[in-house]
């Protein structure tokens, strides 16, 4: 009798490799989020709750809305360090100008005003003098928060306008209204990623920039923009914490940064650029947010809860490193 002794062939492999990778990339994290509520179905008490679920997407609505903006920042190759900072000095700005007596949906722009103007000045450095992104928002992250310490005084800023409450705290048919604003966020940006120039753009810069450059593409004025969106989106942030806070912080925003970063890492977006979806970032927004309420849930001292949050970073980092070496 003859034994078959066959195996794949190299170019067989390389291919069953390349639909893993595809596989992976698209439903990966999706399974991995799945898991996790399975998991925590049985180990953390009333996890699967309604009011619980709606409570981990309002606890991640801020971070959703830094993510966005630097899913776009990430995509071009950069990165914004500034993001946190931003929230607090937005949400300052804005419950100032709030108690002044101006009305509250122009205080509520003015925070993210502000956010566009740090988001701005961000990109004019990095497009125009070539430094850096990662030097040019870490300078932004320090002296962006010492603005919201000089103007606030070092104290928080009680908010009195309970319209300005209902974007931080309200609901609607039962839903919080940040949720509503994350979702808002997230379509915007799907529809630009995937059907205007503009997201093409940013996907060409990442990819590589001298070459996209050299088609015509004006990358100055794109990664201004992307910067000035990021800056825009974290000044929204902020002022959604402000009214969920009922208070502007100086101190709002602290880390922030980083878990925004994880969140779109861990959705698949390449650190190195060029590669992502909007969409895999909401993903690992949810990633992050269901381990933090299943930890907590779980009674898990906040320490540990950090040293979690800690190694989750590191692997989403992990995470792309190997992606980009499985993709060559």
Known sequence: MRVNTQTASPSQSIQLGKIFHALWNRLGMIMILLLLCVVLSFTAPNFLDTANMLNVLKQVSIIAILAAGMTIVILTGGIDLSVGSTVALSGVISVMVSAAGVNPIIAMLSGAAVGYAVGLINGFFTAKTKLPSFIVTLGSFTYVRGLAYVIS??????LQDETFKFIGGGAILGVP????????????????????MFGRHIYAIGGNEEAARLTGIKVEKSLINVYSISGLLAGLGGVVLAGRLYSGQPTAGQMYELDAIAAVILGGTSLTGGKG??????????????ISNGLTLMDVNYYWQLVVKGGVIVAAVLLDRLRGSSAA
């Open 177 to 196: 209204t940040p949720i509503y604003i994350m979702l808002l966020v997230y379509g915007v940006m799907f529809f630009v990623l995937k059907y205007t």
């Open 153 to 158: 005084g070092g104290y928080p800023i009680v």
């Open 277 to 290: 979806r909007i969409q895999g970032t909401i993903i690992g927004v949810l990633i992050m947010g269901v």
